[in-house]
Structure formats: structure tokens, C-alpha cells
């Protein structure tokens, strides 16, 4: 597992919806995820955002196998999350509980057709943009995900902020915008979390994206956890 304090990421996912790591991932990990990008053989789909109005830019899904480090950093979080996720399950009064590993995980999704990998690189330009959007693959869903930034802010690119959204019931929206440095990870919902309520726990929405950015390239690595139908 991950030398980290898990204990402050589930206060402050709880809290504000989101949590960073600092410098998960090295500069020299960071560089060969970015420039893995160039590697077709690697990917099993690229994906150009404005042909589908997701934005402007571009990414592309990893093929099974998974490069080892990837494959290890994926199974790696999952565990830690996967405790925060039963807490979750609870407070929202969901019978379902998520396995302690992730491979027993991968394989509920893949005994219910979900096989195809979600761990992704996304590429953007100056003027690219993600729309905010959630990552829903299947019917089973891992409520947590993770967003490494593997590009340096102010040198490699500038703009491009990671933002959150969470729509709360008869209230308006609450944005969150995550400053991150190269190597920073990002953990947050993918599409609801409980949030305390007066009569107890209730479910808000939640929806990210990147903003624009204003000049050179910025490169991101995406962690979900399950895989896609």
C-alpha cells in the first residue's frame, strides 16, 4: 500500500469533496507517462474531445496488459480507497461493499462485461479545454478516482486548472478548483459522495474538468478503478 496519511484524505474528501498527494509520482515518472503518449501500441483507443463536444484536446485509453508501474499504482490506491468507499456505502445506506483488493474487484467487473480498461493519458493544447463531465463506464462503478498532473505548471503549460463541481440539492453549485504541481495527484468522486445533512447523510452530484489552457501542453495520467462495458 502507499505510505500516506489516509486518514486526512478521507477527511477532507469528506470535507470539501477532493484531496491531494504530493509528488505521488516523480519528475522522471511523470516525463516517461508523458511521453509514452507517442506509443500507439500502447493504447487501445484515442479519443478527440471536440468531435464529441466533450471540449477541445485529446486522450487515450491504456490496453491490457497495463504497463507494470501503472498496473502496481492502480491496485496500489485502490486498497486505501477502497475503505473509504465502504464508509460511503454506509453512510449512504447501500448494502453493497467493495472487496479489499483490486483484482477481486476487476473481476466482478469483468463477470458483469465491463473489460475493457479505463486507466487513460490526456493531452491538451494551448485553447483545450475538458468539459465537466463524470466517468461512468458500466453499471458497476468504483465511487473514487484519481488525476496525476504530469506536466509542470508555469514551465510545460500555464491555465489548465483541475475543477470540481458539486451540485448540492435546492442550493446552487459549489466549485472547487485544485491547484496541483507536477507529480500531484488528485482524488475525488466520481459522480456522487454523502455529505452530512441535518437528517443525516444525503447524496450530492459531482462533476470535473480541466479549464482552459492558455499556452504549451499539459499532460495527465487517469486512474479509474473500474474498467468500461
Known sequence: MIAHDWERVREELD???????PGLLS??????YAQSYARPELFRSRVVMERFQFGRGEYQYFAYPLPPGLAALRGALYEPLARIANG????LGETGRFPPTHAEYLARCHAAGQTRPTPLLLQYGAGDYNCLHQDLYGEL???LQVAVLLSRPGADFTGGEFVLTEQRPRMQSRVEVVPLAQGDAVIFPVSQRPVGGT???YRVNMRHGVSRVRSGTRHT???IFHDAA
Not at 15 to 21: L, N, S, T
Not at 27 to 32: L, N, R, S, V
Not at 88 to 91: E, G
Open 88 to 91: 460511503w456505502q454506509r453512510a
Open 27 to 32: 519528475p522522471a515518472e511523470c516525463d516517461g
Open 221 to 223: 495520467l487517469g486512474i
Open 141 to 143: 462503478v468504483f465511487p
Open 15 to 21: 470535507g470539501f469533496g477532493c484531496a491531494v498527494i
Open 199 to 201: 437528517r443525516g447523510p
